[in-house]
Each structure stands twice: as C-alpha cells, then as structure tokens.
C-alpha cells in the first residue's frame, strides 16, 4: 500500500499548471503572430519580421521543447 491518500489531487496540481502554461504560452505567440501580421502590413522591414520570428521560436524552444535545461542540467529521461 503507498503512503499517498490521493495521488490524483497531488498530480492535478501540477496537470493545471502545465497546462496553464501551454494556454498562456498559446495566448503570448497568438498576440506576438497578430503583431507579425500588422508590422508586415504597415512597416513592411524583413528585420523586424525577423526579430518576432526569433522571439517566437525562442518562446517555442524554452516552453516547450525545455532548451534551457541543457545548460541548467536538468532533470534527464
């Protein structure tokens, strides 16, 4: 028998975090690709279009493909 009463509550915390962070996530690189569409609309600059790009894909590769724990060491699988 394991010591946990409710292991469901104690996982669900952690299940609504994360997926709070993904929706967040969501909503920040659906603001970022509604600003892309209007800076290629009114000031049509390959730079700035590239810069959003970047911040986008950095969003991407920080939350959810965890690229920041490679030079961390975080946790292994």
């Not at 469901?8 to 509604?34: C, H, P, Q, W």
Request: proline share 3%; net charge positive.
């Amino acid at each position: 028998m394991s010591d946990h009463s409710h292991p469901e509550k104690a996982g669900s915390a952690i299940d609504r975090n994360v997926y709070r962070k993904g929706f967040n996530t969501f909503l920040v690189l659906a603001v970022l690709t509604v600003v892309e569409y209007f800076v290629g609309l009114w000031f049509p600059s390959a730079v700035l279009l590239i810069l959003l790009a970047i911040a986008k894909a950095a969003l991407v590769l920080n939350i959810f493909m965890g690229i920041t724990k490679l030079w961390r060491g975080g946790d292994h699988h």
